[in-house]
C-alpha cells in the first residue's frame, strides 16, 4: 500500500510508503506535475483572453470582484469543514460512490469542452457536420416556457463520446491516466472561464487563501482528513515508480488543482494587460514557487501546503518588476473589465473551495453554457 497525505486541493506532496523512489524517478514525477500545472495555465489563459474579445456574450468568462474574492476563504472554509462532518457522520463509501457519478457528469463536460478546438480543427472537411437541438419545455401554448435548448453537432457528439470513454475508464479504474485528463480539464477550465478584474482583486484572493491553506493545514487535522477520504480527479498526479512498473505504477506525487486554478486566474489578469513582460514573470513566479515546495517538501519529508510559497512567488515577482519599471501605481489600477470585458456577467454565485465538488459544478455548468458557442442555455436551472 502507498500512505497518501494529500491536503485536498491545495497540498503539493509525495507518497513514500513501503517504496523508497529513484532519483530519477523522483525527477520524472515531480517534472512531470509541474509541466501538467504549466498546460491548463498557459492554455487556459489564452483561450480566455480569445473568449473574452468574442461578441457573444454567453462565451464571456465569470467576473470575480474584490468582494467575491473577500468572501471565497470563509465559504471555502465552510465547505471544507462540511465535507469533513459529512465523513465523520457518513459512510466514506456511498459518499465516494456519489461523488464519482457526480465527477463523472462534470469530467465528460469538461473534457469535452477542452476538446472541441482541436475537434474543430482536425474533424474532415468533406464529412457531414449536422446539426442537433434537444429542447425541453414546460406548458402549453402561450405559457409554454424554454427549460433546456441546447443546440450542438457532430464534432460535439465526437467529443462527447471520447470523453465518455475515458469517464467510463475513469469510474471502472480510477487509473491515474483517467483521472489526469480529468484533472487537467478541470483546470484549463477553471482558468478560462474565471476571470479577475484588477490585480488587486487577485491580491485580494491569493492572500485569503494564502491564511486558508495555512490554517487548514497546520493548524487542523481537517484538510488532510478530507483529503484522505475524498475519491474525485481534483489533483493531478504522477508516479514515482512509473520506471520499475509502468502504467501500473501507484506511487503517486500529486498537486492540487486549486494550486493550478488559483495562481492561474491571477496570471491571466496580468495577460490581458497586453504586457507580456509581467505575464512570464508571472510564470517565471508560479515556477520558482512550485519548485521550491517540491524542494522544501523533499528535504522535510513532509506534504506542504503549495499557496504558501505560490502565493507570495505569484505576488512578489510581478511587485519587483513594477517598482523596478515604475509601474506599481499603474498595475494595481489597472481594470481589465473596463478595457477588455465591457460587458462581461458578474459572479452572482462565488464557488466554494478550490477543485471541491461545488467549485467544479459551477464551472463546468459554465463550460456547458459557453461551448460550442452555438450552444444555448437559458438561465433558469443554471
Known amino acids: 500500500g502507498t500512505l497518501s497525505d494529500a491536503n485536498d486541493t491545495d497540498t503539493l506532496n509525495g507518497t513514500a510508503a513501503k517504496f523508497v523512489a529513484t532519483a530519477e524517478g523522483t525527477a520524472l514525477a515531480y517534472g512531470s506535475l509541474v509541466l501538467m500545472a504549466l498546460l ?21 468568462p465569470e467576473t470575480i470582484t474584490s468582494r467575491d474574492a473577500a468572501r471565497f476563504p470563509i465559504i471555502a472554509s465552510c465547505t471544507l469543514f462540511g465535507l469533513y462532518l459529512f465523513f465523520k457522520i457518513f459512510s466514506q463509501e456511498y459518499i465516494n460512490l456519489l461523488l464519482s457519478m457526480y465527477f463523472f457528469v462534470l469530467g465528460i463536460l469538461a473534457l469535452s469542452h477542452t476538446m472541441s478546438p482541436f475537434m474543430n480543427r482536425v474533424f474532415p472537411a468533406n464529412l457531414p457536420n449536422k446539426q442537433y437541438q434537444l429542447l425541453f419545455t414546460q406548458g402549453t401554448g402561450e ?20 470523453s ?8 471502472l479504474k480510477k487509473h491515474w491516466v483517467a483521472n489526469n ?14 476571470h479577475l478584474n484588477n490585480v488587486s482583486t487577485g491580491c485580494i484572493l491569493l492572500g485569503g487563501l494564502f491564511v486558508y491553506d495555512v490554517f487548514w493545514v497546520f493548524g487542523t487535522n481537517v484538510m488532510v482528513t478530507v483529503a484522505k477520504s475524498f475519491e474525485a480527479p481534483i489533483k493531478l498526479v504522477f508516479p514515482q515508480d512509473l520506471l520499475e512498473r509502468g502504467l501500473d505504477a501507484s506511487n503517486f506525487a500529486m498537486l492540487g488543482l486549486g494550486d493550478v486554478v488559483i495562481p492561474g486566474t491571477f496570471r491571466h489578469v496580468i495577460l490581458k494587460k ?8 508571472s510564470f517565471f513566479a508560479y ?29 512578489g515577482f510581478p511587485v519587483v518588476v513594477a517598482l523596478v519599471k515604475g509601474e506599481l ?37 459554465s463550460s456547458a453554457s459557453s461551448s460550442p458557442r452555438r450552444r444555448r442555455h437559458t438561465p433558469s436551472n443554471m
Open 287 to 315: 515556477i520558482f514557487g512550485l519548485g521550491f515546495t517540491i524542494f522544501i517538501m523533499h528535504t522535510f519529508k513532509h506534504a506542504q501546503p503549495a499557496l504558501l510559497y505560490l502565493v507570495p512567488a505569484c505576488i
Open 143 to 162: 405559457s409554454k416556457e424554454e427549460i433546456v435548448n441546447y443546440e450542438f453537432d457532430t464534432k460535439d457528439l465526437i467529443c462527447l463520446g471520447i
Open 40 to 60: 491548463p495555465i498557459f492554455f487556459g489563459a489564452l483561450r480566455s483572453v480569445s473568449s473574452s474579445k468574442s461578441k457573444n456574450s454567453s462565451d464571456m
Open 164 to 171: 465518455s470513454v475515458v469517464g467510463v475508464w475513469y469510474v
Open 181 to 194: 485528463l480529468f484533472g487537467l480539464a478541470f483546470a484549463l477550465n477553471g482558468v478560462e472561464l474565471l
Open 274 to 281: 497586453n504586457s507580456r513582460t509581467y505575464f512570464y514573470t
Open 329 to 365: 501605481t499603474e498595475m494595481f489600477s489597472y481594470e481589465s473589465s473596463e478595457e477588455v470585458l465591457p460587458h462581461t456577467p458578474r459572479l452572482t454565485h462565488f464557488p466554494t473551495v478550490s477543485g471541491s465538488p461545488a467549485s467544479l459544478a459551477n464551472s463546468m455548468q
